[in-house]
């Protein structure tokens, strides 16, 4: 009689029973051994500073983790004996873990087959086990169980539907952080309410309809964006923002205030002018708001204007 291909013993049982779904999303430790006669240590997740994060349905590289964390409880420790069939990718997902763990400049990011035959993957022992597989131990610890409703899903595990559902979920908490005056968590929702747009746009066809309909749900995210940019007092990302939506809406008085008010800080007092100056065109009623802010402007040249002539004079002194 043939041997099983995954062997489970119990370490430490679990405390409950848990009701695994597709888009489950599991947290765990895992080590892995050899199952030589001295049990050598692979990989520790401990050692890599997380624990593992796996969400089932999602076609992992190492299948054989989804089957065998179903098979147990939460909080059980249990050792899996794995036939070597099983683990043939085990070495691809190892080398990755391991390079998420290094600087940047230190990691091997290529693994063709042109580079795997000539380099190997980086590492001596999972050079060994690509080139003679062997049964894996792993040492399970279910930490955390989350149903699909329970937690923040990554992009990458939305739906189109769950994507443009998200949008308006994401504006609206980016809007309570502002109100809080936290501008940079109101930065990070509005710019991933963006990135979901722009994904979807991507599926769409430009200028079509639907793709006309997902730009405009872009503009007042890159409107409040670019608000927040300005508290921060990144005058750049405003003028980009700003000037993304004046493409879209070249009379948009937001953008041009905004536009305009980050010109000044980047000191680009022409390009402040020229907008200040649309905006009033577009809007009279803000003449009065918009001067204010010209006199402001005309204030800082003439303190630059005296601050560049008596280094100029420094400087003609010193050299005489």
């Given at each position: 009689?043939?041997?099983?291909?995954?062997?489970?013993?119990?370490?430490?049982?679990?405390?409950?029973?848990?009701?695994?779904?597709?888009?489950?999303?599991?947290e765990?430790?895992?080590?892995?051994?050899?199952?030589?006669?001295e049990g050598?240590?692979?990989?520790?997740?401990?050692?890599?500073?997380k624990?593992m994060?796996?969400?089932?349905?999602?076609?992992?590289?190492?299948e054989?983790?989804?089957?065998?964390?179903?098979?147990?409880?939460?909080?059980?420790?249990?050792?899996?004996?794995?036939?070597?069939?099983?683990?043939?990718?085990?070495?691809?997902v190892?080398?990755?873990?391991?390079?998420?763990?290094?600087?940047?400049?230190?990691?091997?990011?290529h693994?063709?087959?042109?580079?795997?035959?000539?380099?190997?993957?980086?590492?001596?022992?999972?050079?060994?086990?690509?080139?003679?597989?062997?049964?894996?131990?792993?040492?399970i610890?279910?930490?955390?169980?989350?149903?699909?409703?329970?937690?923040?899903?990554?992009?990458?595990?939305?739906?189109?539907?769950e994507?443009?559902?998200?949008?308006?979920?994401?504006?609206?908490?980016?809007?309570?952080?502002?109100?809080?005056?936290?501008?940079?968590e109101?930065?990070?929702?509005?710019?991933?309410?963006?990135?979901?747009?722009?994904?979807?746009?991507?599926?769409?066809?430009?200028?079509?309809?639907?793709?006309?309909?997902?730009?405009?749900?872009?503009?007042?995210?890159?409107?409040?964006?670019?608000?927040?940019?300005l508290?921060?007092?990144?005058?750049?990302?405003?003028?980009?923002h700003?000037?993304?939506?004046?493409?879209?809406?070249?009379?948009?008085?937001?953008?041009?205030?905004?536009?305009?008010?980050?010109?000044?800080?980047?000191?680009?007092?022409?390009?402040?002018?020229?907008?200040?100056?649309?905006?009033?065109?577009?809007?009279?009623?803000?003449?009065?708001?918009?001067?204010?802010?010209l006199?402001?402007?005309?204030?800082?040249?003439?303190?630059?204007?005296?601050?560049?002539?008596?280094?100029?004079?420094?400087?003609?002194?010193?050299?005489?």
């Amino acid at each position: 009689m043939s041997e099983p291909p995954i062997k489970k013993k119990i370490l430490h049982a679990g405390s409950k029973k848990v009701d695994f779904k597709p888009g489950c999303k599991l947290e765990f430790h895992f080590i892995t051994k050899l199952t030589d006669d001295e049990g050598t240590v692979l990989d520790d997740s401990r050692k890599m500073g997380k624990p593992m994060e796996l969400i089932l349905g999602k076609k992992f590289k190492l299948e054989v983790w989804e089957t065998i964390v179903q098979l147990m409880s939460l909080h059980e420790v249990s050792s899996f004996t794995v036939d070597k069939s099983l683990v043939l990718q085990y070495p691809f997902v190892a080398k990755a873990l391991r390079d998420m763990g290094k600087p940047p400049d230190a990691k091997r990011h290529h693994c063709c087959g042109v580079t795997l035959q000539n380099e190997g993957l980086g590492y001596e022992d999972l050079n060994k086990l690509v080139k003679d597989p062997v049964d894996l131990e792993f040492i399970i610890e279910l930490l955390k169980v989350e149903a699909p409703d329970e937690y923040k899903k990554e992009s990458w595990q939305m739906s189109e539907k769950e994507k443009l559902e998200n949008v308006p979920k994401l504006r609206e908490e980016g809007n309570n952080y502002y109100k809080e005056e936290k501008f940079n968590e109101a930065c990070e929702s509005y710019t991933l309410a963006l990135g979901l747009i722009e994904q979807l746009m991507l599926k769409e066809k430009p200028r079509d309809t639907e793709w006309l309909e997902l730009q405009e749900l872009k503009i007042p995210l890159l409107l409040n964006l670019s608000q927040c940019k300005l508290k921060l007092g990144e005058y750049y990302p405003v003028i980009e923002h700003c000037s993304t939506v004046l493409g879209v809406h070249p009379d948009n008085e937001k953008a041009l205030f905004r536009r305009a008010k980050a010109h000044i800080g980047a000191w680009n007092p022409s390009e402040a002018r020229a907008d200040f100056k649309k905006l009033v065109e577009l809007n009279p009623k803000l003449e009065k708001s918009v001067s204010q802010e010209l006199k402001v402007l005309e204030d800082l040249i003439r303190q630059r204007n005296i601050e560049d002539r008596a280094k100029l004079s420094g400087k003609m002194f010193c050299g005489s």
